[in-house]
């Protein structure tokens, strides 16, 4: 316990700092309240010095990290709630060409067809519709887009 006990600000400033540096390599948001409860900690010593022993360093370091962790967690579930449409599309291509208008490369037929998405050709299911035809996307299975007739 000794090595606690000689415990100054740049200590909790450079535990501060590593913290922030794993949470790049950990992500989860976790580490970085822990990280910002740390440098919290040490600005606190260096302003106040001698003031805060051992304990309330402690103290003051497991209370703010689990106060913020909390705080955190109900502003992203609420954030979620009310923004569900930004829950994530990333490797979801099809999801975020929802609702846009395209025109139809190949007729379809069957039911089937192709449409020109930028620089690539995307399989469409609809109703038949001849090449040319405006399309807007009403929905996606996989790598097929389900298309409606553009208005």
Known sequence: MEFFSGLEYWHWLVLGLLLLILEMFAPGAILLWFGIAALVVGSLLLLLGELLSLQWQLLIFSVFSIVSIVMWKNYSKKRQREHPEEEGSL???????????FTLATAIEDGVGKAKVGDTYWRVTGPDLPQGAKIKVVGFEGATLRVEKSK
């Open 91 to 101: 490797n979801q291509r099809g999801k975020s060409l929802i609702g846009q208008t």
